[in-house]
């Protein structure tokens, strides 16, 4: 059963937030090797190569108009060889995965949702089927933000076998996490069931397991038991990126998908851009720079996904990985949180006064949000789920004992959060 190739929201490293759709191998291996030698051993594990990787002429966030694209006979793309030199000859990304497998560690890609068009306009093959690219394209179903694709039409016939061809490449270059984008989000085209469906059913006939994540949101909330069906990740929310509107919208959208988690299907808050971001997002660099939240804001952030048990993937180059950011991804409440962590709800929210609370096995949280811009303190109400704790408690951030009194009489810093556990 696929939920089984996720049962504990997926961590890792995402290429997105430093390297824009750019990324290279050289970056990949080396943000891998960081991640094996200083984050493996605290549950990091997926290396996943983001957007363009199969266009030689990418350099920064930028997508380029109808640009050309490395791809084989079968309408399926390739990783551009001036980028990827280990993919030359035909090989793929399976040199690149086996490599990211060698520090123990798991590989993932990005791809489209469709077939590209240039492949629609050759009117190339489709492995294993007896129809062509043209055969099964919709040139009505388009991405509003990327030229490279069209969607596929999952009444032709071929589409599923077009899929099926696919997640055989991938599955032989040994993929392990696949992200799949233009495909939840419902606010211009809808989401698209159909090609989810046809998704879903190649990769559990690849004969790989294979995470599925779609993107981007914000994902219909309408659409939840369908997302639980046939995908182990669904995005709640469009790119986030360090900025406070963003993070401070966020804790609406977790407190509405709270029901939806669960073993092997995770709604997903996006990406962490935490740490050394931008490198390449503007073609001459001037974007690169430490994130913008503030140190309480990364609390909260960090605080925010672990409680809710949202996947986990990293945007900050790892190879500039600072001890601040280290701290946050290798702190033990946070780990225990979100990998065991059970029934995570919202349980107060007034103005900007938020509280979430969850148990493990091994203790129970209650995290405590300031979501305004100034010091405030828990209200009264707030006591009870203090002393479902305890009469003394730990409090991470401060990391100090504190009493229940302590707790309600003590300011939490604007955009901050105090995270009480169990002793």
């Known amino acids: 059963m696929f939920r089984d190739y996720a049962p504990t929201p997926p961590k890792g490293w995402n290429s997105w937030d430093s390297f824009g759709a750019s990324v290279t191998e050289a970056e990949v291996l080396g943000n891998a090797e960081v991640m094996a030698e200083k984050l493996k051993e605290f549950g990091w594990e997926y290396v996943v190569v983001d957007i363009q990787w199969y266009e030689p002429h990418a350099d920064s966030c930028a997508y380029h108009p109808f640009a050309e694209l490395n791809q084989d006979e079968y309408s399926r793309l390739l990783p551009a060889e001036n980028r990827f030199p280990s993919a030359a000859g035909g090989r793929g990304f399976k040199p690149l995965a086996d490599a990211v497998h060698g520090m123990g560690l798991k590989f993932g890609i990005h791809i489209m949702r469709g077939i590209p068009r240039q492949a629609v306009h050759n009117n190339t093959k489709i492995f294993g089927a007896q129809i062509t690219a043209r055969e099964i394209a919709d040139a009505n179903s388009i991405c509003p933000w990327n030229t490279d694709m069209y969607g596929v039409d999952p009444s032709k016939q071929g589409a599923q076998a077009y899929y099926d061809s696919l997640l055989a490449l991938y599955a032989s270059w040994g993929v392990d996490f696949l992200k799949v984008d233009d495909i939840a989000d419902s606010k211009l085209y809808g989401t698209h069931t159909g090609e989810i469906e046809l998704i879903r059913k190649a990769i559990d006939g690849c004969g790989r397991p294979m995470v599925l994540s779609l993107s981007p949101g914000p994902a219909p909330i309408a659409f939840g038991t369908f997302f639980q069906r046939n995908a182990n990740m669904w995005r709640l929310t469009d790119d986030l990126w360090d900025n406070w509107d963003q993070l401070h919208d966020m804790f609406g959208r977790c407190a509405k998908w709270s029901a939806f988690v669960g073993a092997g299907a995770w709604p997903d808050c996006d990406m962490l851009p935490l740490g050394h971001i931008g490198t390449r997002t503007a073609a001459d660099g001037t974007e690169a720079r430490m994130t913008r939240f503030t140190k309480d804001e990364q609390r909260s952030l960090m605080t925010l996904w672990s409680i809710f048990r949202s996947p986990l993937m990293f945007g900050g180059d790892l190879r500039n990985l600072d001890a601040w950011s280290q701290s946050l991804l290798t702190n033990p409440y946070l780990i225990d949180a979100h990998q065991d962590g059970r ?4 349980v107060y929210r007034k103005d900007d006064l938020v509280i979430w609370v969850s148990e493990s096995d091994a203790r129970q949280y ?54 009480y556990v169990t002793r």
């Not at 029934?343 to 919202?346: G, S």
């Not at 828990?378 to 990391?399: D, F, K, R, T, Y």
């Open 343 to 346: 029934v995570a709800r919202e």
């Open 366 to 419: 209650v995290a405590c949000f300031n979501l305004s811009d100034e010091p405030v303190r828990l209200p009264e109400a707030a006591g009870e789920w203090l002393q479902s704790i305890g009469e003394e408690m730990h409090e991470v951030w401060g990391n100090r004992t504190v009493s229940v009194i302590d707790a309600q009489t003590a300011f939490i810093a604007p955009h901050g959060v105090a995270l």
